[in-house]
């Protein structure tokens, strides 16, 4: 069992107990696992209360970037758990590829209908997922998806928010407690326009570049053949401060040049999780 660390406040103390009680029910679980902090707790409370039973299951596709995937991996051996990779193929499916509001719903159609031929060979397991209590009031539409395939949401279910998720893992000493959100490829791109898996693996390589130079949390939206980077606004001042000097700028549009961007940016607002979002709002 995972000791606790640290103290929790009552309430959180409260919400991990449940937590293991309601997966400690199961027969056996299949947790849909990307290495966020909220996938990664289910994850670890299902390793630790159902052992074998349980395994973490990640859908592999060019919308997870390249050190995602890798920083899943080490999570599931960190915490001792089985850990399975699905090939998943949406980008076959236009109610992703062309990218519409509901884009999100196509992926975890697709997600779920591996998870659920997986179960094939473990009919009594239930499938989980990392949702939270927060993300029922945003726009989600994945959420959709996993109900209709019958997943369960134990972290939603419980009420644990997004800083409750952060408390319980510091506290359980789990070292990505603090990891940034990183959610898919998929979301630099403005709904209508179109996705590929070279659109896709083009900004994976620019961010990787930035992060190789010291910006660990960063988005490179895309629209259409320019970038634009996002960076937290805390950081700002720094990245223009750095990007002033004629020899790093050049360096970073020679490498976003390279990757088949023909200009590229900085977002002044700084890094805005959900910013594409406002366009349904209009």
């Known amino acids: ?6 103290s929790l406040s009552p309430g959180q103390a409260l919400q991990l107990e449940q937590l293991r009680a309601q ?12 290495g966020g902090v909220d996938s990664t707790l289910v994850a670890a409370i299902a390793a630790e209360q159902l052992g074998e039973r349980a395994v973490a299951v990640t859908g592999v596709s060019p919308a997870l970037a390249p050190h995602l995937r890798q920083e899943a991996q080490l999570q599931a051996q960190w915490i001792g758990m089985r850990h399975r990779e699905l090939d998943t193929a ?3 499916d236009p109610a992703y590829s062309s990218n519409p509001s509901q884009r999100c719903f196509a992926c975890k159609r697709e997600l779920h209908r591996l998870l659920g031929q997986l179960r094939q060979e473990q009919p009594q397991a239930v499938v989980l997922d990392g949702v939270n209590h927060d993300d029922l009031g945003d726009h989600r539409p994945g959420i959709a998806a996993a109900q209709q395939a019958g997943v369960r949401s134990p972290l939603a279910d419980i009420g644990i928010d997004k800083a409750g998720v952060r408390a319980i893992s510091k506290a359980l000493g789990f070292p990505w407690w603090d990891k940034p959100a990183q959610p898919c490829l998929a979301s630099r791109f403005p709904y209508g326009e179109p996705i590929s898996a070279t659109r896709l693996q083009r900004v994976a390589a620019a961010e990787a570049w930035l992060r190789q130079r010291g910006w660990p ?6 629209q259409g053949d320019a970038a634009r980077i996002e960076l937290p606004a805390d950081q700002l001042d720094a990245a223009l401060r750095r990007w002033s000097d004629p020899e790093q700028r050049q360096a970073l549009i020679g490498a976003f040049l390279a ?23 209009s």
């Open 1 to 6: 069992m995972f000791r606790p660390l640290e």
């Open 23 to 34: 997966l400690a029910a199961l027969p056996a679980a299949l947790v849909a696992y990307s």
């Open 90 to 92: 949406e980008l076959d």
């Open 217 to 222: 949390e960063l988005r490179v939206r895309s």
């Open 259 to 281: 990757q088949g961007f023909t200009a590229v940016s900085v977002d002044l607002e700084g890094l805005v999780s959900g910013k594409l979002n406002r366009s349904l709002r």
